[in-house]
């Protein structure tokens, strides 16, 4: 068992979170498993943006039985016929990147304080070591808090927009998601792919589309994972430039709680580090941060999360775990 | 002790210990901040001869007396990377040749050198051609240039996955072809952008045919890049026109030409990166660099008197072991003081090809930040 069980708030039977798809695809497999070989299957690209509808080679994957959604092209559309939708996603945009610059100053010195309270050596005094355990936690508990304040913050601008633009019963927005609600009442799985992670979420929440979809299986990987986490967080240890910390960037869709999915982790985080495995675990504890790397995933089966063969997760003493073979 | 210390700590070594010795190290043996360099071979003298600035150009290597080993040691800084060439003197003749027991070379457009690598120094794997990464595509152009009356050819790079419809940051490089082949920067480009370190981006090559004139701070390169080639550009391909989408790279000439022509058009390229710019100036009196130098020395002497601002950020690299290192320096606070943004490295190497290609990934990056954080495929 990866995590122990959440409740689901979307109460859907079947969640699952896959790899990254393109080199060694193992979507068709878990289609397979979880739905058989009948039924349409509902499909977002919105976060390969302009290349939305260059889907062919993940129809073909599927056996043709894909019906792209198209929300990066709806929202286009959207934007084309309601400009003053589309300033104020732009203000809400502007805002929430200051929001997030804002953040971004305080997490920088409060991870280089955590990281430097980790390197101490522990003392060979009981109860110095004590003190040190004690500022340790103290400083990781200052990292959650203020995550937690961002998301708050964000939740918040989020909260206003929808208010202020009548986002649920826009207009402009109202009869897509008529046509989406159709569309996903039909299909037998709905299928998220990757790409740009704040694009690809804007998106998909302009439509509530997670209200529109029934009880059937779920399937995403990449950011189409992230996004249907509580908080959606963007991590790289080695960037070309700037420290490589991780950030809360955004409030996710909430279809799940308890896991951060991590795609691509053996290329974007130092495994072998056990101190940035330890800080990056301790800090989002009690949620499970699952390594997405190709072939792995992970199933939410109405019950627990179970782990494909593969498939790790990060721990709080700085080394990765294997989760559960089914 | 040295290697070499324990070879010789008995006397002449005999012919196998020689060969025992060349053949159990890989030369120039590095041992800590030690390099050894050696030669086997008759010869009356054995010179290194290096470009490193400061450092007298020929040194002498000692010969192992009544043997044909010759060895030469010093230190190398970390991270140092040097280019050379052994001198064989025999009588009269002096041969330049590349060291026989050293398999890395530099290669430059006049031929190759050998390379030391000192202890922490790696090839960037970032320049090498990878094969599951999605490659861009070379499409080549000729311009009719009206300021230099002649036609010119212009390489553009299109990123894997180019559409119409989407619009692309713009970088032209100076010296391209010398880029691609020996800074490997059309691989460097597919990895940065497969990498998400860069955004996907369009980028034209251009070449001069008289390079130590045109890219000398001669008004007709730049009319040629902000009039002719820029907007025809524009006019082919979706780009992002604005000036934080335009950028020029140019290595010591080509970073004269680069800001030269941002200088003369202030605010139309955004973005600067100059490596080893020949930015040589004098505070009083003449210079010595030559009669090519002349333009260049004048127009840094105005730029320094009125500089503007040329552009909104600027990359600036240059190596420590090149005798531009202290024009370079010198110029940082006055970049520094026309409000660009400006970010200056400097590395243990000197000037060449392979300095230039090493920089390429922080100078990119910088200047056109990638969508590394943002997209998850």
């Not at chain 1, 103290?138 to 990292?143: L, P, R």
């Not at chain 1, 101190?275 to 675990?281: G, Q």
């Not at chain 2, 490193?52 to 020929?58: A, D, V, W």
Request: with cysteine; hydrophobic share 40%.
């Amino acid at each position: 068992m990866v995590t122990k069980a959440k409740t689901n708030p979307g109460g859907w039977n079947r969640i699952v979170l896959l790899g990254p798809q393109r080199r060694k695809p193992t979507l068709a497999e878990a289609v397979a498993e979880h739905i058989g070989p009948r039924g349409m299957l509902a499909a977002i690209t919105a976060g390969w943006e302009e290349r939305e509808d260059e889907d062919q080679e993940l129809s073909d994957h599927l056996g043709g039985r894909v019906r792209n959604l198209r929300i990066h092209a709806r929202v286009e559309q959207i934007f084309e016929r309601d400009p003053k939708l589309f300033e104020a996603m732009q203000r809400r945009h502007h805002r929430l990147r200051y929001l997030q610059d804002l953040y971004r100053r305080r997490l920088g010195h409060m991870l280089d304080s955590a990281r430097e309270f980790m390197r101490l050596e522990d003392p060979e005094d009981e109860g110095e070591k004590l003190l040190l355990d004690e500022q340790r936690e103290d400083a990781m508990g200052a990292i959650r808090r203020l995550d937690e304040q961002h998301l708050a913050a964000i939740a918040g601008v989020h909260a206003r927009f929808r208010e202020n633009h009548r986002i649920p019963d826009r207009k402009s927005i109202v009869h897509h998601k008529e046509e989406l609600r159709t569309i996903l009442g039909d299909a037998a799985g709905l299928c998220i792919a990757g790409g740009h992670v704040a694009v690809l979420l804007n998106r998909v929440r302009l439509f509530d589309l997670l209200e529109l979809w029934p009880d059937r299986p779920l399937f995403a990987w990449s950011a189409g994972a992230m996004i249907l986490a509580d908080r959606t967080v963007v991590f790289h240890d080695t960037p070309p430039q700037g420290p490589g910390n991780a950030e809360v960037l955004e409030v996710g869709l909430g279809a799940f709680h308890g896991v951060i999915p991590l795609p691509h982790a053996r290329k974007r985080l130092k495994l072998d580090d056990p101190l940035r495995v330890k800080l990056f675990a301790r800090r989002f504890a009690p949620h499970a941060c699952i390594a997405l790397d190709d072939e792995t995933g992970v199933t939410w089966n109405g019950k627990r999360w179970i782990g494909r063969a593969g498939t790790e997760i990060l721990t709080v003493d700085g080394t990765l775990d294997p989760a559960r073979k089914r | 002790m040295l290697a070499i210390r324990r070879l010789e700590k008995n006397g002449p070594p005999r012919p196998a210990e020689i060969e025992g010795f060349l053949g159990a190290h890989e030369f120039p043996l590095i041992e800590g901040r030690t390099v050894t360099f050696a030669f086997q071979g008759e010869a009356d003298e054995v010179h290194l001869r290096h470009w490193i600035y400061g450092l007298g150009s020929t040194q002498a290597f000692e010969r192992i007396s009544g043997t044909n080993l010759w060895y030469l040691v010093f230190e190398i800084p970390e991270e140092s990377r040097v280019e050379y060439k052994l001198e064989v003197v025999i009588g009269d003749q002096h041969r330049l040749i590349r060291d026989p027991l050293n398999p890395n070379v530099a290669r430059d457009p006049y031929g190759a050198n050998s390379v030391v690598h000192a202890h922490g120094y790696e090839v960037p794997e970032w320049s090498f051609e990878h094969q599951d990464v999605r490659r861009g595509k070379l499409r080549e152009h000729v311009i009719a240039s009206d300021v230099f009356g002649d036609k010119r050819p212009v390489s553009v790079y299109l990123p894997a996955r180019f559409r119409e419809n989407r619009r692309y940051p713009l970088l032209v490089v100076h010296d391209g072809s010398d880029y691609i082949r020996f800074s490997r920067l059309k691989d460097t480009l597919d990895n940065l952008i497969e990498r998400l370190e860069i955004p996907a981006m369009i980028v034209a090559f251009i070449d001069s045919p008289a390079r130590l004139q045109e890219y000398a701070a001669d008004d007709r390169h730049a009319d040629f890049l902000n009039k002719e080639l820029v907007p025809l550009l524009e006019e082919t391909y979706p780009l992002v026109a604005e000036p934080s989408a335009r950028g020029l790279l140019g290595a010591s000439f080509g970073a004269i030409a680069s800001l030269h022509a941002a200088w003369r058009n202030p605010g139309f390229f955004g973005r600067l990166l100059l490596q080893s710019g020949s930015f040589a100036f004098t505070d009083i009196g003449d210079h010595d660099r030559g009669p090519l130098f002349d333009p260049v020395v004048e127009f840094m002497n105005t730029f320094r008197e009125d500089p503007g601002r040329p552009s909104e950020k600027l990359f600036q690299s240059c190596g420590t072991y090149e005798s531009m290192i202290y024009y370079n320096r010198s110029m940082v606070p006055l970049f520094q003081s026309t409000g660009m943004d400006v970010r200056f490295v400097e590395a243990r190497d000197g000037h060449n090809w392979e300095n230039w290609r090493d920089r390429l990934r922080e100078g990119l990056s910088w200047l056109f930040p990638g969508p590394l954080w943002m997209v998850y495929e």
